[in-house]
């Protein structure tokens, strides 16, 4: 296993569609997080999962935004409707226990045109 | 709500020199990490630190975190231009032990 991916690596959408990203965690860790980034700012806290179970959500994410973990490997994230205000970097990071390292991924840079 | 607070934001200085940056919060955390971003990627760990008042050294980074587990800082030593980034702090406490990000510090070291 050499770490976390996420697909697609680059997502260019119009205003209005939807997007779907992937997330293939570390295939022994068993809780999956999201966080958002936009340009010069930290990672932000979207949602977490232990296993399949979404155990959080932030304020953050709003009803067009959706995420799953159906089997409690990868995961995925689905954007409705999407604005400009969307565009940011999407990364993904998982752990093996609560409050551990978190290793990311690439993420997934979105932008709305 | 915990927060932890980076500074500087921004930090440029010339290849050779030896720089400090810091993460404060009034909150206690149960462990701390340190992160390193460059552009177009994913944040990569670089240390976790437990007990408050530990030290470690990566090569030429040094990082502690504090007594009172609320703060840490991370010293380079002889900086070089590959050290340039975005330099992630996030601490791990709270209820179900939460990981909060600190907004970075970007450093850009001149050749």
């Known amino acids: 296993d050499t770490g976390v991916s996420q697909n697609p690596r680059h997502k260019i959408t119009k205003r209005g569609q939807n997007v779907t990203f992937r997330c293939d965690p570390i295939?022994?860790?068993?809780?999956l997080y999201w966080y958002r980034q936009t340009l010069g700012q930290g990672p932000e806290f979207l949602t977490y999962?232990?296993?399949?179970?979404?155990?959080?959500k932030s304020r953050l994410l709003s009803d067009r935004f959706s995420a799953e973990r159906p089997k409690g490997s990868f995961s995925t994230l689905e954007i409705q409707r999407t604005e400009q205000g969307d565009s940011a970097m999407y990364l993904c990071?998982?752990?093996?226990?609560?409050?551990?390292?978190?290793?990311f991924g690439p993420g997934t840079r979105l932008t709305v045109t | 709500t915990q927060l932890l607070e980076q500074s500087p934001q921004f930090l440029s200085i010339q290849e050779g020199e030896n720089l400090t940056v810091y993460c404060n919060s009034s909150?206690?955390?149960?462990?701390l990490q340190w992160y390193r971003q460059e552009p177009g990627e994913g944040p990569v760990l670089l240390v976790t630190?437990?007990?408050?008042?530990e030290v470690k050294k990566l090569k030429r980074l040094t990082f502690q975190f504090g007594d009172a587990r609320k703060d840490s800082s991370l010293h380079i030593t002889a900086a070089q231009p590959g050290d340039t980034g975005l330099y992630l702090c996030?601490?791990?406490?709270?209820?179900?032990?939460?990981?909060?990000f600190g907004k970075g510090t970007r450093l850009h070291i001149l050749p």
């Open positions: 990071a998982s752990s093996a226990r609560t409050g551990f390292e978190q290793y």
């Open positions: 295939s022994e860790h068993n809780r």
């Open positions: 999962f232990q296993n399949e179970a979404q155990l959080e």
């Open positions: 909150s206690v955390f149960s462990s």
């Open positions: 630190v437990v007990t408050g008042g």
């Open positions: 996030a601490g791990a406490g709270g209820r179900d032990d939460k990981i909060i």
